[in-house]
């Protein structure tokens, strides 16, 4: 994204030097440098007070027109002769055409009070407005008091159905986003993200939203001159920063992952990310480099301060270039390198790391029974009505994995479906006996906890579900699902009206 920005202000200085820009290249400069830091009214103020019919003028205005989501307006600016026949004109109007294509019938929603805008692909994902709405306003406010900046109103967001979608509004390409796993981006002064519906067991939403706010205050705070490091280390700090903390919150920690990854020879290197962690050539690399750029930027802040990094995103913004050691070293007294060196030392010096959760075996013995092929056939009785059938399938998969949680959720729902909820209590097991977040354990949890009268608890565990996979009906409707056997109605609505409107939502357009 820098990247293309920088060809982006190329561009404009060179068509700034047409005889047609009688605003002249600072007038130029200034819009250019109003939309990267996204405050879309001043360059919208500054474009109504522009006359010139210069490219550089239109090229602004198209890009402007990005940055609001009205891509078809900016796909119209970029149709012209002149602005086309540069490779940036011509990049710019590919991507707006593709955008306004992928937006084409959408739903825009905004909350003028909150100042938050989202744009629906689907209109089936409508009843997550409000849940977006709240997490949005909340890291919003702890994000610019963490790096001392303001992010103009409206926050604008897409939520978008699949990857393919993603790209034509963002211009990452598929095939990187599907390499590393990306489920959103910040670009064009937006957040895009895809729909928790469209993964099969939902993606941590909610402080992926987080993620992506933190870069877009970041661009503005640096004018978009924060190295790949600082931008990625910053947004895995802001994550979760701006909530309670939570079941799973740091594991495996990043410094744990870091260490190993030097001591194993396979770190990517804070300062060899390239264009973009998205961009890396494996999840794994992807997942080495998130972990050392968030430890690497905790040990910065420790050692400096907060009113280091204000500091810091000020230099940035000032100097004109891309070269952060510069402004490292006014701050703090060292350059990039240095950093490294210190952080390194550090993390050798640790003479113990916090463990991964437990991991299944990387391969299970196929005689007798089999996990995958139990869980197959356990979820085919199950979707037919035939739960005592599928609990016994269920029972030996999960026993053999214990501390998947998926598996111990399909094993006590079976079981509950069945008429025996003790035992269902008892598959299911607690928090220490399972090893990550999952939607629908956490659901059903919060059930058991909700009719043992422990209601905090209880809305915790739906909450904490809700924050990973909010569409699923069995997370949607608080642990219950509609019945499989013919005859049967089904489980009554939750009495919050916002996961009411989620379960409805959920039961409406069932996951494949």
């Known amino acids: 994204m820098r990247a293309l920005l920088r060809r982006l202000a190329a561009c404009v200085a060179l068509l700034s030097a047409s005889p047609a820009a009688a605003q002249g290249p600072s007038r130029a400069q200034a819009i250019a440098d109003a939309i990267t830091e996204l405050d879309v009214e001043r360059a919208r103020s500054l474009l109504e007070k522009t006359d010139s019919a210069s490219p550089t003028i239109a090229f602004e205005r198209a890009r402007l027109a990005i940055y609001l989501g009205d891509c078809d307006t900016a796909s119209a600016i970029l149709s012209s002769v002149e602005l086309g026949g540069t490779p940036e004109g011509a990049g710019l ?194 997942a080495t480099a998130f972990s050392e750029v968030t430890s690497f930027v905790a040990y910065w802040v420790r050692e400096n301060g907060v009113p280091a990094l204000h500091l810091l995103a000020n230099d940035l913004k000032g100097s004109g270039g891309d070269d952060a050691s510069i402004a490292l070293r006014s701050v703090s007294g060292y350059d990039l390198n240095g950093w490294i060196l210190k952080w390194h030392d550090a993390l050798l010096r640790q003479t113990e790391a916090t463990a991964a959760p437990a991991k299944p075996p990387h391969a299970l013995p196929r005689r007798g029974d089999d996990p995958a092929r139990r869980t197959r056939l356990g979820d085919l009785l199950f979707s037919r009505g035939h739960s005592r059938e599928a609990a016994t399938q269920f029972e030996p998969a999960a026993k053999a994995l214990a501390s998947e949680p998926a598996l111990r959720f399909r094993w006590a729902r079976a079981l509950c479906d069945a008429g025996r909820n003790a035992d269902a209590r008892t598959a299911l097991g607690g928090l220490e006996d399972v090893r990550t977040v999952h939607g629908g354990w956490q659901a059903l949890s919060g059930r058991f906890r909700a009719e043992a009268g422990e209601r905090p608890a209880a809305q915790a565990a739906f909450a904490l579900g809700i924050a990973v996979d909010p569409l699923s009906e069995d997370v949607a409707c608080e642990g219950q699902w509609s019945p499989r056997a013919a005859g049967k109605p089904a489980p009554a609505l939750p009495d919050d009206a916002r996961r009411r409107a989620l379960c409805e939502a959920a039961r409406l357009v069932p996951r494949d």
Request: aromatic share 4%; hydrophobic share 45%; with cysteine.
């Open 93 to 286: 109007a590919e991507l707006a055409k593709s955008c306004a294509r992928a937006t084409a019938g959408a739903l825009v929603e905004e909350d003028k009070n909150a100042g938050v805008w989202i744009r629906l692909q689907d209109e089936a994902d409508r009843a997550l407005v409000p849940l977006i709405v709240d997490v949005a306003v909340r890291a919003r406010a702890q994000i610019e008091a963490d790096l001392g900046t303001v992010l103009p109103r409206p926050l604008r967001l897409d939520l978008v159905r699949d990857l393919f979608t993603l790209s034509a509004i963002s211009g990452l390409p598929v095939t990187a986003a599907e390499t590393t796993g990306t489920v959103a981006v910040a670009r064009w002064g937006r957040v895009t993200m895809i729909s928790p519906r469209a993964t099969h067991l939902g993606y941590p939403w909610e402080d992926t939203l987080a993620h992506e706010i933190a870069h877009l205050a970041l661009t503005r705070a640096t004018r978009d001159r924060a190295p790949l490091w600082l931008q990625e280390g910053i947004a895995k700090r802001e994550e979760t920063r701006w909530r309670e903390p939570r079941p799973f919150d740091g594991t495996p920690s990043a410094d744990s992952v870091a260490r190993t990854a030097i001591l194993s020879g396979r770190s990517v290197g804070v300062d060899k990310l390239g264009p973009s962690i998205a961009m890396l050539p494996t999840p794994e690399a992807a």
